[in-house]
C-alpha cells in the first residue's frame, strides 16, 4: 500500500469514527457543571464541542504561536465570570457550536481576526458553563485539568502536522462545528 492511499484510509476512517460520535452525543454537554471534579474532567473528553473547540484552540496555537493561548484563557476566565453572574446570550448553545465552525474558517482563510474569533468561542463556551456551575470549585478544577491536557496535546500534535494536514483538521473542525449546530434540530 502506497503512503498516500494508507493516508487517504486514515482520513476516511477519521471521519467515519467523527461521525459516529456526532450521531451518538448531544451536540453540548451544558448543564453538569455542578456535578464534581470527575464530571468537570470528563466533560472536555465527553462534550464534543468542548473536545473540538480545545482542539481547534490547540491547533491554532501550534500554527500561529502560542501566544493566541493567553487571549483564549483571558476569554475563558471572562466568560466563566460572567455566567456564573447570571450572563446570558440568546442562542448561545447554538453560537458555541457555531463558534467551532468559525474558528476551522478563520484558520483556513488566516489574518487578523484569529485571535478575536477564539476568544469569542472560548467565551460564549465558558459563559455557558458558567451559568451551569452553581460555584461548584470541584468541577472547575476538573474541567480546567482536562482542558488543559486536551489544549496541550492537540497543541503538540499540531506543531508535528504538515500544512496539508494541518488544513485539513481545520477544514474538518469547520464542517464539525456546522454538523454539531443543526444536529439538535
Not at 165 to 177: C, F, I, P, R, T
Amino acid at each position: 500500500m502506497t503512503s498516500n492511499s494508507t493516508r487517504s484510509l486514515a482520513l476516511t476512517g477519521a471521519a467515519g469514527l467523527g461521525l459516529s460520535l456526532l450521531s451518538a452525543l448531544p451536540a453540548g454537554a451544558h448543564g453538569t457543571a455542578a456535578a464534581g471534579a470527575l464530571a468537570g474532567a470528563l466533560h472536555p473528553l465527553l462534550g464534543l464541542d468542548h473536545l473540538l473547540l480545545l482542539g481547534g484552540v490547540g491547533l491554532a496555537a501550534g500554527r500561529c504561536g502560542s501566544q493566541l493561548l493567553l487571549p483564549a484563557l483571558g476569554a475563558a476566565v471572562l466568560g466563566s465570570v460572567l455566567g456564573s453572574f447570571g450572563g446570558q446570550l440568546p442562542g448561545a448553545e447554538l453560537l458555541a457550536a457555531l463558534a467551532v465552525s468559525a474558528l476551522g474558517l478563520a484558520l483556513l482563510l488566516g489574518g487578523r481576526w484569529l485571535p478575536v474569533v477564539l476568544s469569542s468561542g472560548v467565551a460564549i463556551h465558558a459563559l455557558l458553563h458558567g451559568q451551569a456551575s452553581g460555584g461548584a470549585s470541584g468541577w472547575w478544577l476538573g474541567a480546567l485539568l482536562s482542558s488543559l491536557l486536551v489544549c496541550g496535546s492537540s497543541l503538540w500534535i499540531s506543531r508535528r502536522l504538515d500544512q496539508r494536514v494541518s488544513q485539513l483538521a481545520a477544514a474538518a473542525l469547520a464542517v464539525l462545528g456546522g454538523v454539531l449546530a443543526i444536529a439538535p434540530l
